[in-house]
């Protein structure tokens, strides 16, 4: 087989073996639907009563307020579609310019909504400021009926940038508005404690950590949102449809080892990610490093000057390396990305960004194999 080196983990993940193994028996022998009061049926009831539970303790959430999902992009669109009372009522939200498309798009021909998009600084970063002026109540015409919300992801995912999101939360409340972050490149790789940080609403997806693909988990600390799915009365009737047993019990089964190991797994990819750039500094490259200092462990996002980030991705697909050029999920567009132009990376170096994600299965002999890969292609696409 084909040796490959995988440094494209914020893309998606490999599944954790434990996971899988966790999987097996309710896609084959416990195949009973979790709605049906047989004995068939309420042990894949209790298997996702025990997942939910898991999954909150992993980050400081009472059970009831975690609803399965399709994956982050659902939640997304949970959070952002159906926020409020009912869709007729009035609504002003307030995102990051950064924010991925599941929340970008979402905002787009929003019924009764008014939408601002905050900028950010060189390092993704949203001013607290910024939204204390969003939601200055002359811009909007007072209405009983109105609902406020700010939605800012937890971490980006081309540039890895961590937001100060107890900071935000805070402001968005003192400025009557719910606080929703897309926390789906940092749930499993970063410590979150959805209480302690004031988050109202919270999206996820399994696939980014280690779990299987097709599922994720949607918070919502109090009915901040109207039902995702009608239909039966699964997930407390908020989103209706059988439930994926196999994939809640795998992504239960992923995150608790993601979070039992979470502070030596984040030590180990930072000391990859060291490595990797200590090589990089050293090797005669013109770049820079986008992001802040604040990051997703693993997250390298690179710009070279005068070189064109596809040509490089190709080339590594060449020799066998996976990693993207600005946003994974949006492969076909090719353009500089909204988060490379919100963070004003020169125009020069702009076109040649490249993402590199190192995750808990990469070794120091992957960082060696991509800088060398890396370096040649440059020197060779400067001749
Ligand atoms: N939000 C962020 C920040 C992401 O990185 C992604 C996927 O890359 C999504 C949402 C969408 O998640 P999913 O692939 O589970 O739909």
């Given at each position: 087989m084909k040796r490959y080196i995988y440094a494209d983990n914020a893309a998606t993940t490999k599944l954790d073996t434990e996971a899988f193994e966790a999987m097996l028996p309710w896609l084959i022998e416990n195949y009973g639907n979790a709605s049906q009061p047989y004995f068939f049926g309420k042990k894949a009831a209790h298997a996702i009563k025990e997942a939910r539970q898991t999954i909150a303790g992993c980050i400081n959430a009472d059970p009831d307020n975690i609803f399965f999902t399709s994956g982050g992009t659902e939640s997304d669109n949970w959070a952002i579609k159906c926020f409020g009372v009912s869709p007729t009522d009035a609504k002003v939200i307030v995102v990051s310019a950064i924010e991925h498309h599941a929340i970008l798009h979402a905002c787009k021909n929003q019924p009764n909504a008014t939408v601002t998009y905050l900028p950010v600084d060189k390092d993704g970063i949203v001013r607290g400021e910024d939204i204390v002026m969003a939601f200055d109540h002359s811009n909007h015409p007072a209405c009983s009926r109105t609902s406020y919300l700010t939605s800012i992801m937890m971490a980006n995912n081309e540039i890895g940038t961590i937001m100060p999101i107890k900071d935000l939360a805070a402001i968005a409340h003192e400025n009557g508005s719910v606080f929703h972050t897309d926390a789906v490149q940092a749930v499993g790789h970063i410590p979150i404690d959805v209480k302690g940080l004031g988050i109202d609403m919270l999206s996820a997806?399994?696939?980014?950590?280690?779990?299987?693909?097709?599922?994720?988990?949607?918070?919502?600390?109090?009915?901040h949102v109207y039902p995702h799915n009608d239909g039966g009365a699964q997930e407390f009737g908020m989103r209706a449809g059988t439930e994926n047993v196999a994939g809640i019990v795998g992504m239960a089964v992923a995150l608790k080892n993601n979070c039992a190991n979470l502070?030596?797994?984040?030590?180990?990819?930072?000391?990859?990610?060291?490595?990797?750039?200590?090589?990089?500094?050293?090797s005669g490259v013109d770049f820079i490093r986008n992001g802040g200092r604040n990051h997703i462990p693993g997250n390298i996002n690179l710009s070279f000057r005068n070189a064109d980030g596809e040509a490089i991705l190709h080339r590594l697909d060449l020799k066998g390396i996976c990693i993207s050029t600005g946003s994974a999920c949006d492969s076909v567009n090719t353009q500089i990305s909204h988060v490379i132009r919100a963070i004003g990376v020169p125009q020069e170096y702009a076109n040649g960004t490249i993402r590199i994600s190192l995750g808990k299965y990469n070794t120091l002999d992957d960082c060696d194999s991509i800088v060398e890969a890396l370096v040649k292609i440059l020197s060779l696409s400067k001749k």
């Open positions: 997806s399994a696939h980014k950590f280690n779990g299987p693909k097709g599922i994720g988990f949607f918070y919502d600390s109090g009915k502070e030596s797994n984040m030590k180990y990819i930072m000391s990859l990610e060291d490595y990797f750039m200590d090589l990089m500094e050293h």
